[in-house]
């Protein structure tokens, strides 16, 4: 006879007590966070006010929990929002740590470095020879400014003229002006122009200079002279990275007068316009000489007074030049 299957045998009677599971062991206690207000390490308004409530384990921590305020998007919660603790801090809390003494010594420190500093500097932005397209007496021009100051206020002197080589300047001017930042990427300038050629004549001058949108370098200004003829100028340039010391320039430049100037052969309008296109070698970062051409033209009854004088309103030229700065 075969035993009958394992099975099929009674365990009725079988101890199971040996098979049971053995009691998981107690989970290790997380420490509780350091409470640095109780310990004294931070002064006391620094600390939150303590909860009066009894029955914590009833209490609504919802009224304590900061909103998630997103402010950049239209409609967001206002500043009210924000529980009033949360801005009640000290105004320095560093001081608590490192002391006020060497906190407010380190603060002097960076307001010296980062918004007081002075600085200065000279930009030779154009001196070149200036070749005609035809047959002509070959010229020569200066565009310089320097500068002086902080980040808010400095002091500007401006200079350019022109004039042909082997002779003397035709026109020359200097400007000086007071300069205050009116926002991160534009100043308010305000001062004197003085002409020393073709003729002494003293402006008020008003303007604005800076970097707009799309990194345009933007210079215009309008001016007033002691005989009471207002002009303007406008200057746009543009630096066209085509390798790190390989820069394109394209380059324009505006004249207007609201009233005509017989004198220097000027009328009423827009006078004259110059579109360039310089290309300039970064030999270092202080000095690049560089080669390019310029379209000069007379407009309006500027234009007229110039051909009635047997002049030609409009050419082109070729440019030479260096720019440079320190």
């Known amino acids: 006879m075969l035993a009958p299957p394992a099975m099929a045998q009674d365990h009725s009677a079988h101890d199971h007590s040996a098979h049971q599971q053995a009691p998981a062991p107690a989970p290790t ?12 390490h931070l002064p006391p308004e620094q600390c939150p006010p303590k909860d009066d409530h009894t029955n914590h384990g009833a209490m609504d921590h919802s009224q304590h929990t900061m909103p998630m305020v ?5 409609g967001a919660a206002p500043e009210s929002a924000v529980p009033p603790r949360a801005l009640g801090g000290p105004l320095h809390a560093a001081d608590a740590i ?15 470095m980062h918004g007081e500093m002075t600085t200065g500097m000279v930009l030779v932005e154009r ?9 002509g007496e070959d010229g020569w021009l200066w565009d310089a400014q ?17 004039g042909e080589i082997g002779g003397s300047a035709e026109d020359a001017e ?63 340039e543009y630096d066209q990275k085509m390798t790190q010391s390989l820069i394109l320039q394209p380059r324009v430049e505006l004249e207007s007068s609201a009233q005509d100037i017989p004198e220097r052969g000027i009328g009423a309008g827009l006078t004259k316009i110059e579109p360039g296109l310089r290309l300039r070698y970064e030999i270092v970062r202080e000095f690049a000489p560089y080669v390019g051409v310029e379209y000069e033209a007379k407009l309006g009854e ?17 440019l030479l030049g260096i720019r440079g700065w320190f």
Request: with cysteine; proline share 7%.
């Open 29 to 40: 206690p997380t420490p509780a966070p350091m409470d640095h207000c109780a310990m004294g």
């Open 70 to 74: 997103d402010r950049s998007v239209p």
């Open 98 to 112: 490192w002391g006020t003494d060497a906190m407010a010594t380190a603060r002097e420190e960076n307001r010296r």
């Open 127 to 135: 001196l070149e020879a200036r070749i005609p397209e035809e047959r």
């Open 146 to 162: 320097a500068w002086y100051g902080g980040d808010i206020d400095k002091f500007v002197l401006k200079t350019e003229g022109e």
């Open 174 to 236: 200097v400007q000086a002006l007071w300069s205050h930042a009116i926002g991160p990427f534009f100043d308010l300038q305000a001062g004197a122009r003085l002409d020393i050629e073709p003729e002494t004549r003293s402006h008020l001058a008003l303007g604005i200079q800076g970097l707009a949108p799309y990194m345009f370098h933007v210079d215009a200004a309008a001016f007033l002279s002691d005989r009471g003829d207002l002009t303007a100028r406008f200057k746009g």
């Open 302 to 318: 500027t234009a007229d007074i110039a051909r009635a004088a047997g002049d030609d309103p409009t050419g082109w030229k070729f």
